[in-house]
């Protein structure tokens, strides 16, 4: 099963039905936040959600990550960014640094980048031995596990992109000084490593795709289109979940959950 291939990265969205469904979703994801937040509903404290976002560079993870967060009261959401680790985490199993990030219970975390780092950037560049990257799959699997059985919601996301729109979008950035910054030596190189990238997201697809931690491959050369699959996917996680515990989902005010 090849899932990149597998992905329709033709779909669209015109700009009107974008912002129709966007919003939408962005309301129900507001309400559903605070449910689990035991705000509204019979108030209680409900499972943790953890929002997992790996995808090619320029593939609109920041892009999508910032709708996402957009209704919610940052007080009660956090978003935490992972580049390569420090020296000191070094010193650690890879995934110690992972965990003083993730949410308690009634508590939303979004990860930009997370412990996909050891099988994909850390197993193409050499930066972990083989033995390392081969054994971290079953490790991440049974991590993840874990974190379910304690109750966490866990949604994790590839972002995809053909090479062609990353290519554009590399320029783009490229020819604007106020987002050249976003640019790095670093994701040309990538790119020219494309080939191995690919065998590498296509292992960890197949081999960390769980259960309780399933992976959606979003469609991103349509950037509408991403963001609003993205907050879709992630309310209709929750909504799945809080039913299978029983909780009432019944709007009984339909509308008025964003109202200040």
Same mark, same amino acid.
């Given at each position: ?35 689990? %937040? ?5 108030? +209680? ?6 929002? /997992? ?21 940052? +007080? &009660? ?13 070094? +010193?650690? &199993? ?15 975390? =979004? ?9 994909? /950037? ?15 799959? %079953? ?44 640019? *790095? ?7 020219? $490593? +494309? ?5 590498? /997201? ?7 795709? &769980? ?12 950037? $509408?289109?991403?963001? =609003? ?13 809080? *039913? ?5 989902? *019944?709007?009984?005010?339909? %509308? ?5």
């Amino acid at each position: 099963m090849n899932r990149l291939a597998e992905t329709d990265l033709s779909v669209t969205l015109s700009k009107k039905e974008a912002a129709e469904r966007l919003d939408a979703a962005l309301r129900r994801l507001l309400r559903l936040r605070l449910m689990l %937040g035991g705000q509204i509903g019979d108030k +209680r404290i409900g499972p943790p959600l953890c929002v /997992v976002f790996e995808g090619w560079d320029a593939s609109g993870k920041g892009g999508a990550i910032k709708r996402l967060v957009r209704p919610l009261d940052p +007080r &009660h959401v956090r978003v935490a960014q992972f580049a390569a680790p420090t020296y000191d985490e070094k +010193r650690h &199993h890879f995934l110690w640094r992972f965990w003083k990030v993730l949410p308690g219970w009634g508590g939303m975390a =979004v990860l930009d980048r997370s412990w996909y780092g050891r099988v994909l /950037v850390e197993r193409v560049e050499g930066f972990a031995t083989e033995e390392q990257w081969s054994r971290a799959y %079953g490790e991440i699997v049974e991590f993840e596990r874990t974190l379910a059985a304690e109750g966490m919601i866990m949604v994790k996301f590839w972002m995809h992109v053909s090479e062609e729109e990353q290519l554009r979008r590399f320029r783009d950035r490229a020819a604007d000084p106020l987002r050249v910054w976003k640019l *790095t030596d670093e994701d040309w190189r990538n790119r020219d $490593r +494309r080939p191995q990238y690919e065998a590498a /997201v296509e292992e960890m697809l197949e081999r960390t795709d &769980h259960p309780d931690a399933p992976w959606h491959v979003i469609a991103g050369d349509d950037k $509408r289109y991403a963001r =609003v699959a993205v907050v879709e996917t992630v309310c209709a996680a929750v909504e799945a979940e809080l *039913t299978a515990r029983g909780y009432d989902l *019944t709007d009984p005010a339909p %509308g008025s959950a964003g109202d200040d």
